[in-house]
């Protein structure tokens, strides 16, 4: 019952970023935002996202299950006006709300499982993040197919903002413990330098993943010509690998982080590149699927590793917290470099960011 809550949590997040995807050139277009106004734009989710996580790691201990129900019902309302704004300035500050929500959701959702993980004795954060694109894979060409259908941003934000206010209720019933019990603290020597450093490395991946989340859509339509619908496979094939990725490392229990590191310095760095660069649809939606292969599995392994001896869920927080700069930087990096040079080199040039991933294999202890 707590996993099958904690699933469906985490599915409708990933249905409303799933639909955003899609969502995103029908939304610049309403309210005629370039290029560069847009990653501006897109800039204020993390901007709204940081400072909501820090403070949500400070109240959430002992109150996960109030926590949870009341961000899902925040980021219901959040997505709902999205659809309402028709100027770059409203999107952006829109967007700021809706990243504040989502970053406290993210935070709540995160110490929620860690705390279920504890409680159990099982591993519940790659099945539950598994959930997140298996959502987007059915968002994204669903969404691709009501906008080809005719419907707007608005009617289909409708749509999700009340599937995520009935999650929001679910939550309300999950049989957690009841606040936070004194314990020794059972945290290995330097965890808190190791979660920074887990924190780092994961933003990262989530500067490679966010842009493919953001902008994958707009390459395939602006520059490779295709449809809406066919447009709206790109997060769908990165995020269907993604859930195959999240599921085998779920499978093999034995599975370190040393080598989830080289899968993602090399599978996710060169994925990002041929998607980038692949002059025909078909091969970038390869590539976009070989970085989700990659990547997938590293982030919930993170922060598995953090929930151990975390009882209070400082550790999960902050490696939560720091990873999300990654979702600061992708919009800007992308727009910066689009202006410089064009959208398809600028995600080629994330696989650049590979590099340090594969560092981490060499600079994180496998305990």
Request: with cysteine; proline share 5%; glycine share 12%.
């Amino acid at each position: 019952m707590t996993l099958a809550r904690l699933v469906a949590v985490c599915a409708v997040w990933g249905v409303f970023w799933g639909s955003w995807s899609a969502l995103l050139p029908a939304v610049q277009t309403q309210v005629g935002a370039t290029n560069a106004d847009l990653g501006l734009a897109l800039a204020g989710v993390p901007v709204g996202a940081i400072p909501a996580m820090a403070l949500t790691g400070r109240l959430v201990r002992g109150r996960e299950r109030i926590a949870l129900a009341v961000s899902t019902a925040l980021f219901a309302l959040a997505a709902a006006g999205i659809g309402l704004v028709t100027t770059p300035l409203a999107l952006g500050m829109a967007l700021v709300g809706l990243g504040a929500a989502s970053g406290a959701l993210d935070i709540a959702l995160n110490t929620a499982t860690g705390r279920a993980e504890r409680e159990s004795g099982g591993r519940l954060f790659q099945t539950v993040h598994a959930a997140f694109p298996v959502a987007v894979i059915v968002a994204a060409p669903a969404t691709g197919l009501a906008r080809s259908l005719g419907y707007g941003p608005a009617q289909v934000l409708a749509v999700i903002a009340v599937l995520v206010l009935a999650c929001a209720a679910l939550a309300m019933g999950l049989p957690l413990g009841r606040g936070v019990q004194p314990v020794a603290d059972s945290r290995p020597k330097g965890a808190w330098r190791h979660a920074l450093l887990l924190g780092v490395l994961a933003a990262f991946a989530l500067i490679i993943e966010n842009s493919v989340e953001q902008w994958s859509v707009l390459l395939l339509e602006d520059f490779r010509s295709a449809s809406a619908l066919l447009a709206s496979a790109a997060p769908a094939a990165y995020m269907g690998a993604l859930t195959a990725g999240r599921l085998t490392a779920q499978a093999f229990p034995r599975l370190g982080l040393r080598p989830l590191y080289v899968l993602a310095g090399l599978g996710g760095g060169g994925g990002i590149v041929l998607a980038g660069l692949a002059p025909m649809v078909w091969l970038s939606l390869v590539g976009f699927a070989i970085t989700g292969l990659a990547l997938g599995p590293l982030v919930p392994a993170m922060l598995s590793r953090a929930a151990v001896g975390d009882e209070e869920g400082r550790l999960v927080s902050a490696v939560s917290t720091i990873s999300y700069t990654g979702f600061v930087v992708s919009p800007l990096l992308v727009a910066g470099l689009s202006a410089a040079f064009s959208l398809p080199v600028a995600l080629a040039l994330l696989g650049a960011l590979g590099v340090p991933l594969l560092l981490g294999y060499l600079t994180v202890r496998s305990r």
